[in-house]
């Protein structure tokens, strides 16, 4: 059944190009932020640990979010992890930062997240596709409130 949702296919697959890199972004910074969860040492433990946990359960939240608008859009979300990674900007890590670079390596993330949306948002705006428009603009102003609570703590 062909999809009438008043954008044409063209819009349609490039706002859908523009959801997967923020969905490679969100998912390498996932995964960071779960590691850095299971592994943060020191005095500040309790605090970063848990942080951290209201951090990584928001992102996996939000990569639902962000597939399943692709999917509305009538394309595939990527399936396996190293599809999600392919386009994703954020490094992973190497072993085990401390604890004050795990916040620094953060919110460096979370800038790119920023970037990866507000990206998406111009895109989107061109496509005539509001409701992306306002994914994309959810997750830059969680990102940026996520950096702001990063670079007050660090
Ligand atoms: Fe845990």
Do not use: C
């Not at 819009?11 to 960071?32: C, F, H, N």
């Not at 595939?76 to 604890?99: C, K, Q, R, W, Y």
């Not at 509001?130 to 996520?146: C, G, H, M, N, Y």
């Amino acid at each position: 059944m062909a999809i009438d949702i008043g954008l044409t296919d063209a819009a349609r697959k490039s706002s859908a190009e523009a959801l997967k890199a923020l969905l490679g972004e969100t998912y390498a910074l996932y995964t960071k932020t779960h590691g850095y969860h299971w592994n943060v040492t020191g005095p500040r433990f309790n605090e970063l640990h848990g942080m951290f946990m209201t951090q990584y359960v928001e992102l996996w939240n939000a990569l639902d979010l962000i597939a399943e608008r692709i999917r509305a859009l009538g394309h595939f979300a990527p399936g396996s992890s190293g599809e999600m990674l392919a386009s994703a900007t954020i490094p992973p890590d190497n072993g085990v930062p401390e604890a004050a670079d795990m916040v620094k390596n953060l919110a460096a993330g979370h800038e790119a997240v920023s970037r990866a949306a507000k990206a998406g948002i111009k895109v989107a705006e061109k496509n005539g596709d509001p409701v992306s428009v306002d994914l994309f603009t959810q997750r830059a102003q969680i990102a940026e409130k996520t950096v702001w609570m990063l670079r007050a703590s660090a």
